[in-house]
């Protein structure tokens, strides 16, 4: 075996810069939110914020809570959200707040669920909405935009004054949920303009501890604003000819550079003329922490270029962002949605539009963690193994700098960093790239990493690390006022009372290693039984799968530890669970005495290790297969192109496509009910009845629809599908996974998902 024998010294940071910067909040605020150079603070104590994107106006407000119980479920402290100018301003002077545009309603529901909110205010936001969210009357009355032109600002000052309206007594100081607020998005040159933004809304009396604006692509962010960045493994807005973007390898990278100066790049240069290229990166900033808003939850597609970004991509990329350094990790998106219809018809960013790409119609699914439908998604599993272990250590993680290294000699090279606060921390070492570019194994791994006052060789035998996987092990940690974990090749995922619970990772054998050098055998394999006993802690040892089903939520009045085989959120006191398996385990730590079930049987199933088991079995739901019968013939229309940089146009004319009736079958009570197809062509759109429900460009993923608004109509109607086939000769780029597919249509499997939802209680003893 090879060995590579890595000495690393690390040495303590230095303190942080305060009071330096025109954020956070006054002395004797309660709950006082702060900004430091390097982290932020609350209540006195750090803070590791953690934030998804997740759109009201894209969702259907009776789903808001499920979307939101998720979130909280999968680690978030906070969601972002965009103001869309055009959602609430359809007609000059017009303001609707209504229905799913209820923007205090969402906030306060956020609050109910434990999470804070930062306002993306706009005016200009994007997000793939038509004009980047400006109202189509204002487009029209030919205004400098973006700039601090008298005649723009004369609106965007009643426009901010409606969403601080709607934020009334629900901002941080006030008790409520809002945080902060962030002004347009992705301006790049006009630093005095973002500064008047902030003017405004404060001028109009909103006072949020923080106040962001995004800073890649080398934007020239005003000092009273904190810069967010973001980092994605992909880009839709790449070109057909661009097998795999050029910045995408660095974000699975340690490194402390934030920028990024290719997101966003292609309408940068589309609509000012300005190549990423030619812009002016913005140079390490040690004055304020590095935060994200933007972590890439999953991709877009557009009708030219489509990815296929994977959860271990997601996964990765998130990690190694903590590896380098973040102080706030963000994810955008955290939640599908459905692009909203008005009177110009579905409001997507399009070509038409300016735009240099089109993006579907109705879809915004963007493969998040939560889908468009509420389709929950591995990487909302895998984040959430991350987001555990910040919610435990998050108060030491933002504190602890991060040295970084590997790399630089090829990417043969490991890559590690360590994340210190002088005398503990945890190393990270990678061998994860997409497999458009993998990384090989690495051979006699071993880490040498020196504190001030000891050193820590981990593993203590050098180990083989498979291909394809990142590690974060604990250095130094301690489990009791006097016991000591020097250090172990898992995991730390979370602690509940005297338990510690880590996580295995497949191929790589756990050590476990304690203060004063004792190796710690375990007594079985890695597993939910996997339990090591000490002197005043327990030790329990996940294997990869299990650690994939955990989870940590309220029940009955204090936090437990929750293994389930479906998703599982907190709602009222008990457990809402959402399942498409007619039986499901969940097994719960400390266990109540008993649980009962709305909706559903529970069966006590005995115990496992330190948990007790239960099986939930819910009647109806679960796939019921469809017959369909394959497309017939079907004409592609001439491809076309247009936009400002002259890209592949979505077709627009169906007169030669494909048309296929489902028949559905009774949708029973099932509490959400999906059309699933695996299906290959070109693009796709959906009817019930004459109404427009659905649409998909093919990328190599199922395309699900959502029946359950429209039970009366699917029964009196079915589904109607409009196909068009796929053609090589195009030129739409699909990732080489599924590049190999035939011309023409095919339908490989229509399914209904029936999905029932479950309300677990403990039943007082």
Known sequence: MHEQAHDLRIFAPEPPL???????????????????????????????????????????RERWSEVLGHARAGGLDSVATYVFWAAHEPEPGRFDWTGNRDLRAFIQLAAAHGLDVIVRMGPWGHGEYRYGGFPDWLIERGLKTRTDDPDYLA??????????????????????????????????????????????????????????????????????????YS????????????????????????????????????????????????????KHDDRTPFATCELGGGMHVAYHRRPLVSPEDVANLALAKIGSGSAWQGYYMYAGGTQRTGAHGTEQESQATGYPNDVPALSYDFHAPIGEHGQIRPHHHALRRQHLWLQAEGRRIAVMASTVGGGDEGPDELRWAVRSDGRSGYLFTTTYQPPKRPLAAQSGVQFTVRFDDAEVTVPTKPIDLPAGVSVVWPLRYSLTDTLELRSATAQLLTRLDDL?????????????????????????????????????????????????????????????????????????????????????????????????????????????????????????????????????????????????MNRLSAPTDYSGAAQVHLAVPDLGAADRTLLRLDWTGDTGRAYIGDAFVSDHFWHGRVWDLDLSAHRDAVAAHGVRLELLPWRRSTGVWVDPSVRDVEDGITIRSATIVRIGKVILRAVPS
Request: charged residues 20%.
């Open 18 to 60: 305060r009071g330096h910067l025109p954020f956070g909040e006054p002395p004797g605020t309660p709950d006082r939110i702060e900004v430091t150079s390097r982290w932020f603070e609350r209540g006195g104590r750090p803070w590791f914020p953690i934030t998804g994107e997740i759109h009201y106006a894209r969702i259907p």
């Open 155 to 228: 609106l965007v000052r009643p426009l901010y004054a409606q969403i601080i309206a709607q934020l009334d007594g629900l901002t941080h100081a006030e008790g409520g949920p809002v945080v902060g607020a962030q002004v347009d998005n992705e301006l790049y040159d006009q630093p005095g303009h973002l500064a008047t933004l902030r003017e405004i809304a404060e001028d109009l009396g909103l006072r949020v501890p923080f106040w962001t604006a995004t800073g890649w692509g080398g934007a020239q962010v005003p000092d009273t604003l904190l810069p967010v």
């Open 231 to 282: 980092a994605y493994s992909e880009g839709f807005w790449e070109d057909s000819t661009v097998e795999w973007p050029a910045f995408a390898p660095f974000h699975f990278r340690y490194s402390e550079v934030r920028d990024d100066l290719t997101v966003g790049a292609d309408l940068r240069e589309a609509l000012d003329g300005i190549a990423a290229e030619a812009a002016e990166p913005l």
């Open 500 to 644: 510690v619970v880590l996580a295995a990772t497949d191929g790589v054998p756990v050590e476990i290693v304690l203060g004063d050098g004792t190796l710690v055998d375990l007594p079985a394999a890695p597993g939910p039984d996997c339990l090591i006993d000490l002197d005043g802690v327990r030790l329990l040892i996940l294997d990869d799968a299990s650690a994939n089903r955990l989870y940590r939520l309220p029940l009955a009045g204090r936090d437990r530890l929750v293994l389930a085989d479906a998703p599982v959120y907190a709602e009222d006191g008990g457990l809402a669970l959402h399942t498409d398996h007619e039986e499901v385990a969940v097994a719960v730590l400390p266990a109540p005495d008993a649980l009962e079930a709305e909706g559903a049987q529970v069966e006590a199933a005995g115990t496992e290790g330190p948990w007790t088991r239960w099986t939930i079995t819910t009647p109806g739901v679960g796939p019921v297969p469809l017959d369909v019968d394959q497309p017939g013939p079907a004409t592609a229309p001439e491809p076309r192109r247009g936009g400002p």
